[in-house]
């Protein structure tokens, strides 16, 4: 039997963090025994908005490889791979673009939040059709499952409308993505803003030593009600107590019943996360290391994962010129 084929990536611009672990990387490991799975590290991507900051993007691009590593996500099963390396995906982008909506665009919700938040009244063009582009990185390796933030949402309906045109106006060769939203809530920062972003300074990096995990959790935010431990706690606003919900959600219970009394305070209920998060990032460290010693087979891994990707999206374009009829010497 063949096995469906699950296809997602992250923009390449910056360092991954608790927040990614929770609400993507853990469930990728999950899926890699399970699917046939492609992860891709969108360069392209990360230029539309990083257009002039080039060496970050080549930097990070080995960071995140190894943050995948490190986390547990296998070679042997997944296939990581260089967006901009494989040039299948920007030509069936162009060919894609015939045919999608410049308003369809415009009114993408999370295009409108992401361009207000950079404070432009113009657009770059790349920029507004990067849910396109991420059709195509999508569409070349026929994935049927994309795993995604909600942010995202509104780009895989559109992949989804673009597949569906492609295959009514030319041959039903493409295959129609469904999302996966993981269930677990975005992980809050350090400093209990909705959201652990590199940019916001609230994330605890994958990479971590010791004492930067220590460190980071002193200085996180906690309930600003509890001067003194026998205040009564409201572990829901603080970022402490979601940081249990996901990574010891067994004793969470426990811990909430202990702040809201009183009896647990602040310093030992850090001391306990500190101790939890230390063990989950133990291991990765030590994959890390492994990998950060062997940057040879770090970069085999990128090119056997890019050639890879490269067949299939060779293949799918054969495919894809043959229904438009553009394979005139054949
Ligand atoms: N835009 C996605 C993000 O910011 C990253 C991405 C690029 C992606 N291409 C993709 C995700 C294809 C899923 C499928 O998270």
């Given amino acids: 039997m063949i096995k469906e084929r699950v296809l997602t990536g992250d923009r ?25 799975t492609f992860v891709l590290l969108a360069d392209v ?52 673009s015939m045919f999608v909506t410049v308003n369809s665009l415009r009114h993408n919700p999370t295009i409108k939040a992401e361009s207000k938040s950079a404070g432009l009244d113009d657009m770059y063009y790349g920029f507004l ?66 959201k652990m972003s590199k940019s916001l300074g609230n994330a605890i990096e994958l990479d971590s030593t010791t004492e930067e995990i220590a460190f980071k959790i002193r200085r996180a935010k906690t309930d600003p009600a509890r001067v003194h431990k026998q205040d009564p706690g409201h572990p829901d606003i603080c970022p402490i107590y979601a940081y249990h919900r996901a990574f010891r959600p067994q004793e969470s219970a426990e811990i909430r019943e202990g702040c809201e009394r009183g009896s647990l305070g602040c310093s030992a209920c850090k001391q306990l996360i500190t101790q939890a998060v230390e063990q989950l990032i133990e291991p990765m460290r030590e994959r890390r290391a492994y990998y950060a010693s062997r940057p040879k087979a770090v970069d085999e891994i990128l090119m056997t994962g890019t050639n890879r990707a490269r067949e299939i999206a060779r293949e799918t374009m054969r495919e894809v010129r043959e229904a438009m009829c553009l394979n005139y010497f054949d």
């Fill in 129 to 194: 059709g990067y849910p396109v582009s991420q059709t195509a990185d999508i569409a070349f390796c026929k994935a049927s499952i994309v795993p995604v933030g909600d942010d995202q949402l509104p780009h895989l309906e559109l992949s989804r409308k673009i597949v569906r045109r492609f295959n009514e106006l030319y041959q039903p060769i493409l295959v129609e993505p469904k999302p996966l939203v993981g269930d677990m809530p975005r992980l809050v920062g350090t400093d209990g803003s909705a």
């Fill in 45 to 96: 991507q990360a230029l539309t908005t990083h257009f002039d900051k080039k060496e970050l993007i080549r930097r990070h691009l080995r960071d995140i490889t190894l943050d995948y590593l490190s986390v547990g996500i296998h070679p042997d099963r997944t296939t990581i791979f260089v967006q901009s390396m494989v040039p299948e995906i920007a030509e069936l982008t162009v060919l894609f």
């Fill in 12 to 36: 390449v611009t910056g360092k991954l963090h608790l927040g990614h672990y929770v609400g993507s990387l853990s469930n990728r490991v999950a899926l890699q025994n399970k699917y046939e």
